[in-house]
């Protein structure tokens, strides 16, 4: 049949799409084979479709059929869109962030080998004073730091720091600085609609919301919420103290851990105004002395786990509908014969979610547990020497193979190989020397 007998609109959907099988007759778009067949495919029949339109077939029929072989083929795309920026990469940028008291200058950058797990310093970021969290939003156009102090710009507060990202080499360039509207910020989230950061003040004991203006710049704070309380540890929970906030999945809700309270508070998050509301639920109350300090979020959105610094056990948490916390577990991140004084800092799921890592301060390790999909319950699995001592933070690559450890009081970041079938840590035999490394975020480069 000519190709002039069909609609324009038809004729240039059949001519586009038998130039794409002709041009690509291996349907060469991914590395995944499985994936190249359904694109070919599907391209193949669309293309057929369109001959057949002198058959029997309807028109609902025949736009149902092309329509689904198109999204079809869409969706492959996209998805391997999604996952081509980890999985083709062959290197990852990590950011350090630090405490300056000492010899520390700055952020640090360097570059992760996905092959061996060395790191290659790649460059500083200097005259910040303690960077000691980073965040990096959605876009990866802006980073942001708090600033761990007391005061700043003559206010009993510490600050946020915001900077450009430079795409050809991942340095930064300072934008500006916001009061943090507490002491000692200690944790930085941006929303996924790159609207607004969240920060906690730990010694100021609240969280507080600063928008982001087009330039990727600090607005002055839209809310702070003062926590109230205090907990059974008098030497470390005499008030209230916000250890981290962090959103959920759909960015509906905002979570953070009071350590002096021994609460998970909860929000409702309204991204457009940068306000947060107190929840139906408004907080979930822990062990007496736990201390909670991080809390993480599952891969699958039905579980949350919290790193509780005190006690040194983690808390896990089921999501109830309207971002409701029920306690579900809490177990011991120590071996069951460790005698000394330690505290719990940092905690990670794999992207997977099959393991989950948490560290320990004083045994100086990383414990594993597994984590069982259906119900969430972590069942311990061992514990791996940091290589260095005060594990403060860590942090797991996108990809899932590498657990980086950042020892605060060696100034050491030591690379780990994570084993994907039992989650176990296997030394690299890879260290970078970082002046008190706190804070470790990772990402793909950028070009």
Not at 106 to 125: H, K, M, N, P, Q
Not at 291 to 308: D, E, S
Not at 395 to 414: C, E, W
Request: glycine share 10%; with cysteine.
């Amino acid at each position: 049949m000519a190709l002039h007998k069909y609609s324009a609109a038809t004729a240039r959907s059949l001519t586009a799409t038998k130039f794409l099988i002709g041009r690509n007759p291996e349907c060469k778009i991914a590395p995944f084979s499985s994936r190249a067949r359904f694109v070919r495919r599907a391209l193949i029949y669309f293309y057929r479709l369109i001959k057949m339109s002198n058959d029997a077939r309807t028109r609902r029929e025949f736009l149902k059929a092309a329509g689904t072989c198109a999204l079809g083929a869409a969706l492959v795309g996209a998805s391997y869109g999604r996952r081509r920026t980890h999985a083709a990469a062959r290197e990852m940028l990590v950011y350090v962030g630090t405490y300056t008291s000492g010899a520390s200058e700055g952020i640090y950058l360097f570059r992760l080998d996905l092959s061996d797990g060395a790191l290659r310093r790649a460059g500083i970021t200097k005259g910040v004073v303690n960077p000691s969290y980073l965040t990096l939003e959605r876009g990866r156009r802006f980073l942001y730091a708090v600033n761990e102090v007391e005061e700043f710009a003559g206010r009993k507060s510490g600050a946020v720091s915001a900077f450009a990202i430079d795409r050809a080499s991942g340095a930064l360039r300072l934008l500006n600085q916001r009061p943090s509207m507490g002491g000692a910020p200690c944790y930085v989230t941006a929303d996924d609609a790159g609207r607004n950061v969240l920060v906690a003040n730990y010694v100021g004991g609240n969280v507080a919301v600063l928008p982001v203006l087009k330039d990727g710049s600090l607005g002055e704070a839209t809310d702070v919420r003062q926590d109230e309380g205090s907990g059974p540890n008098r030497e470390r929970q005499e008030g209230p103290h916000a250890h981290c906030v962090v959103l959920d999945r759909s960015n509906a809700h905002a979570y953070s851990c009071d350590l002096g309270t021994d609460r998970v508070m909860i929000y409702r998050f309204d991204a457009r105004a940068g306000r947060l509301i107190p929840n139906a639920q408004p907080w979930v109350q822990l062990k007496p002395g736990a201390g909670p300090r991080h809390l993480v979020f599952h891969p699958g959105g039905k579980f949350a786990y919290v790193m509780n610094e005190l006690d040194s056990t983690v808390t896990a948490l089921a999501l109830a509908r309207g971002g409701a916390l029920k306690e579900l577990q809490t177990v011991s991140a120590l071996p069951l014969d460790f005698k000394g004084a330690n505290t719990g800092a940092d905690i990670h799921v794999t992207p997977d979610g099959r393991f989950l890592y948490c560290s320990n301060r004083g045994h100086d390790s990383i414990a594993a547990f597994r984590v069982e999909a259906r119900t969430g319950a972590l069942s311990p699995t061992g514990h791996t020497p940091t290589g260095g001592r005060t594990p403060r933070n860590f942090a797991i690559d996108p990809t899932g193979k590498f657990l980086l450890a950042a020892n605060q009081n060696s100034d050491t970041v030591v690379a780990f190989r994570i084993d994907p079938s039992t989650g176990v840590l296997q030394p690299t035999g890879h260290t970078a020397e970082v002046p008190s490394p706190v804070c470790l975020k990772l990402t793909a480069p950028f070009s």
